[in-house]
């Protein structure tokens, strides 16, 4: 479990001088929701597969699967110093988003429990589940000298704020990829054995089946949405003075129903598809690429099928889905890339700082633009989007 990881030291200090993580609009991040609207939520409409998703958390499936074997004896040493490099920053990446989901559901099942106790047990057993993701990802960071302190960073990281809609598309969105993104993996290096540069790899199989299980639970969450809600909040918070009054129920209902509204979910599904896919992207392809190569991967080939796997899960309970087919979807996104080297290169370079952000300002825009034509892309209806592999 991560706990028995967390170090009472500054990462800094344990890093062996190896610079912390530079915090990027890419980096993962820590969330926090609107706790008081999540417990008063009605769920009754899909209790009953609610009930059955928890039923299999209690089985807790991969209770054993994370115990190290004699595999990974010697195994950091053998890598080279790049790809050391390489694994290490995947593994502080993996650790630091893994952890990000175990503080959200454990905050949520702290804080729901008395009025909504059946989801606040489900968000604890994903919370043990990514303690134990974590957990097992700072003990492999261990073999290398490393340990992130996960103390530390919960303490110190920043928290953005998402509404508790918001949240179930986000997280949602992101256990489905990391199901693929594992998955994905551990199939490459079942046939490729020679690029198995870590024993670390031969867990993902199992793993990643708690993130599919992760993220069917968010899908019977947003299925268990009504349009109309008893009761929300009567608390609002606007510039971090927090009021109360009935009447700010009322207000949070209405906004509950604009948000329900197909249309309103057609255009939020469009955003956060766009939003992970472009992020993920954007990341793998960038600071991430050498990484992928390491494994014998095309980062690019293997990030389009992982947000293409995705959009497909997605349909089941997304109104639209991106049309990734359309040719111009990769292509943009490859816009991106392009733009975010030079923007790098630019950033890199000597200068002043007024100058640097002239030649960079066209970059900025064409990201700009390239994103929006990507929002405005005619969307896939999911009921007519039925591809055969599911
Ligand atoms: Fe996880
Ligand atoms: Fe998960």
């Given at each position: 479990m991560a706990q028995s990881t967390v170090?009472?030291?500054?990462k800094k200090e344990i890093n062996n001088g190896k610079i912390p993580a530079k915090e990027t609009i890419l980096s993962p991040r820590f969330y926090t929701t609107d706790f008081e609207a999540m417990e008063n939520m009605d769920l009754s409409i899909n209790e009953e597969e609610l009930e059955a998703i928890c039923e299999e958390f209690r089985k807790d499936y991969n209770r054993h699967h994370f115990v190290r074997n004699?595999?990974?004896?010697g195994a950091a040493e053998k890598l080279d110093p790049e790809t050391r490099e390489l694994f290490v920053d995947f593994l502080e990446g993996s650790c630091t988003s893994e952890f990000s989901g175990f503080l959200l559901y454990k905050e949520l099942s702290k804080r729901i429990k008395v009025k909504n106790p059946l989801l606040a047990e489900c968000f604890a057993h994903m919370a043990r589940d990514e303690a134990r993701h974590a957990g097992f990802l700072n003990k492999s960071m261990s073999d290398f000298g490393l340990q992130l302190d996960l103390g530390f960073l919960t303490a110190n990281k920043d928290y953005t704020y998402f509404p508790p809609r918001s949240i179930f598309y986000a997280t949602y969105l992101s256990e489905k990829i990391g199901y693929w993104r594992y998955i994905a993996i551990y199939r490459h290096l079942e046939k490729n054995p020679d690029s198995k540069t870590f024993p670390l790899f031969n867990y993902f199989e199992n793993w990643c089946q708690d993130e599919n299980r992760h993220g069917d639970f968010f899908d019977a969450l947003m299925k268990a949405?009504?349009?109309?809600?008893?009761s929300l909040s009567q608390k609002i918070t606007i510039g971090g003075s927090t009021f109360t009054h009935p009447l700010f129920d009322y207000f949070h209902r209405f906004r509950y129903f604009l948000n329900n509204l197909p249309l309103t979910s057609k255009l939020w599904s469009r955003f956060f598809l766009l939003a992970v896919f472009a992020t993920m992207y954007a990341r793998d392809l960038g600071i991430k690429k050498d990484f992928y190569s390491s494994l014998g991967l095309d980062a690019r080939d293997y990030d389009q099928f992982v947000i293409n796997k995705t959009n497909e899960t997605a349909a089941r309970v997304f109104p639209v889905v991106m049309d990734v087919y359309d040719k111009s979807f990769y292509g943009r996104l490859d816009k991106i890339v392009e733009n975010n080297k030079v923007l790098s290169d630019i950033a890199n370079s000597d200068g002043n700082k007024v100058s640097k952000t002239f030649k960079k300002l066209p970059k900025y825009l064409s990201n700009g633009y390239q994103l929006l034509r990507l929002y405005l892309l005619k969307p896939l209806d999911s009921k007519d989007f039925q591809p055969s592999i599911r």
């Amino acid at each position: 479990m991560a706990q028995s990881t967390v170090e009472s030291k500054n990462k800094k200090e344990i890093n062996n001088g190896k610079i912390p993580a530079k915090e990027t609009i890419l980096s993962p991040r820590f969330y926090t929701t609107d706790f008081e609207a999540m417990e008063n939520m009605d769920l009754s409409i899909n209790e009953e597969e609610l009930e059955a998703i928890c039923e299999e958390f209690r089985k807790d499936y991969n209770r054993h699967h994370f115990v190290r074997n004699s595999e990974f004896e010697g195994a950091a040493e053998k890598l080279d110093p790049e790809t050391r490099e390489l694994f290490v920053d995947f593994l502080e990446g993996s650790c630091t988003s893994e952890f990000s989901g175990f503080l959200l559901y454990k905050e949520l099942s702290k804080r729901i429990k008395v009025k909504n106790p059946l989801l606040a047990e489900c968000f604890a057993h994903m919370a043990r589940d990514e303690a134990r993701h974590a957990g097992f990802l700072n003990k492999s960071m261990s073999d290398f000298g490393l340990q992130l302190d996960l103390g530390f960073l919960t303490a110190n990281k920043d928290y953005t704020y998402f509404p508790p809609r918001s949240i179930f598309y986000a997280t949602y969105l992101s256990e489905k990829i990391g199901y693929w993104r594992y998955i994905a993996i551990y199939r490459h290096l079942e046939k490729n054995p020679d690029s198995k540069t870590f024993p670390l790899f031969n867990y993902f199989e199992n793993w990643c089946q708690d993130e599919n299980r992760h993220g069917d639970f968010f899908d019977a969450l947003m299925k268990a949405q009504p349009r109309t809600v008893k009761s929300l909040s009567q608390k609002i918070t606007i510039g971090g003075s927090t009021f109360t009054h009935p009447l700010f129920d009322y207000f949070h209902r209405f906004r509950y129903f604009l948000n329900n509204l197909p249309l309103t979910s057609k255009l939020w599904s469009r955003f956060f598809l766009l939003a992970v896919f472009a992020t993920m992207y954007a990341r793998d392809l960038g600071i991430k690429k050498d990484f992928y190569s390491s494994l014998g991967l095309d980062a690019r080939d293997y990030d389009q099928f992982v947000i293409n796997k995705t959009n497909e899960t997605a349909a089941r309970v997304f109104p639209v889905v991106m049309d990734v087919y359309d040719k111009s979807f990769y292509g943009r996104l490859d816009k991106i890339v392009e733009n975010n080297k030079v923007l790098s290169d630019i950033a890199n370079s000597d200068g002043n700082k007024v100058s640097k952000t002239f030649k960079k300002l066209p970059k900025y825009l064409s990201n700009g633009y390239q994103l929006l034509r990507l929002y405005l892309l005619k969307p896939l209806d999911s009921k007519d989007f039925q591809p055969s592999i599911r």
